[in-house]
Antibody, heavy 121, light 113 residues
C-alpha cells in the first residue's frame, strides 16, 4: 500500500529555517518524483518545487528560489524540504506528494498528511 | 506564470443532480507533441490532503467513481459530477503541469443544496 508520511508540526521564530521530511512507504522511491506544495490559511495550493527520486534533479518555483532546498536520501526513501529566512507569511500546511512519474508533469497521485509550520515570535 | 482560474468559487447542488466546475488557463495546456492536455483535478475534504481524481484533463484516477469526468482542451476545462453524492462535498482544484511553476486554481467549494 502506497503511503507518504511526513514529519510533525513545527513552530519557528521569524528568520529561522525549517526542514520537513517525507518518507515513501510501499513503493520504490527512485521510480518516482516528489513535489512540495503548501497551503496557507485561506489561500490556494502553491507549488514550491520538485525532486526526481531517481537522479536527484530538482526544479523550484522562482518565488522561493534561494530560500528553498529540496533534497533526498534514497537509502532512507525520504525527501526533505528546507525553507530558510521564515516570515509569518510562511505559516502554512506543507505537503509532499508523489508524482506518477519521475518527471514534474505526471500528476500528484499520493499525498502526505501535511505538516503545519507556524512562524511566530 | 500560467494563471488558472476556476468558476464558480462555490456551488450548491442537490443530491443526485449534476455539478459542473470550470477551469480556464491563461495559455493553452495542450502539448502538441502528444496531443494531451496537462491539467489535473483534485478533491480536498476538510482536514485532509488533496486527492487526485482526474489527470491529463480526462483520465480518471484508479478507484475514482465513474460519476466524475473531465473534459476540455486548450484553455478551457470542465469537471463534471454526474449525480452528486453526500461524500462529494469538498473543495475541488484544477492544476496545470504544462509548465513550471505548476499552478493551481483558487478552488471551488461544492456543497449540498
Amino acid at each position: 500500500q502506497v503511503q507518504v508520511v511526513q514529519s510533525g508540526a513545527e513552530v519557528k521564530e521569524p528568520g529561522a529555517s525549517v526542514k520537513v521530511s517525507c518518507k515513501a512507504l510501499g513503493y520504490s522511491f527512485t521510480n518516482f518524483a516528489v513535489h512540495w506544495v503548501r497551503q496557507a490559511p485561506g489561500e490556494r495550493l502553491e507549488w514550491m518545487g520538485w525532486i526526481n527520486g531517481g537522479n536527484g534533479n530538482t526544479a523550484y518555483s522562482q518565488k522561493f528560489q534561494g530560500r528553498v532546498s529540496i533534497t533526498s536520501d534514497t537509502a532512507a526513501s525520504t525527501a526533505y524540504m528546507e525553507l530558510t529566512s521564515l516570515t509569518s507569511e510562511d505559516t502554512a500546511v506543507y505537503y509532499c506528494a508523489r508524482d506518477r512519474t519521475t518527471t514534474w508533469w505526471g500528476a500528484m497521485d499520493a499525498w502526505g498528511q501535511g505538516t503545519t509550520v507556524t512562524v511566530s515570535s | 506564470d500560467i494563471m488558472v482560474t476556476q468558476s464558480p468559487d462555490s456551488l450548491a447542488v442537490s443530491l443526485g443532480e449534476r455539478a459542473t466546475i470550470n477551469c480556464k488557463s491563461s495559455q493553452s495546456l495542450l502539448y502538441s507533441s502528444d496531443n494531451l492536455n496537462y491539467v489535473d483535478w483534485y478533491q480536498q475534504k476538510p482536514g485532509q490532503p488533496p486527492k487526485l481524481i482526474i489527470y491529463r484533463a480526462s483520465t480518471r484516477e484508479s478507484g475514482v467513481p465513474d460519476r466524475f469526468s473531465g473534459s476540455g482542451s486548450g484553455t478551457d476545462f470542465t469537471l463534471t459530477i454526474s449525480s452528486l453524492q453526500a461524500e462529494d462535498v469538498a473543495v475541488y482544484y484544477c492544476q496545470q503541469n504544462f509548465a513550471t511553476p505548476i499552478t493551481f486554481g483558487q478552488g471551488t467549494r461544492l456543497e449540498i443544496k
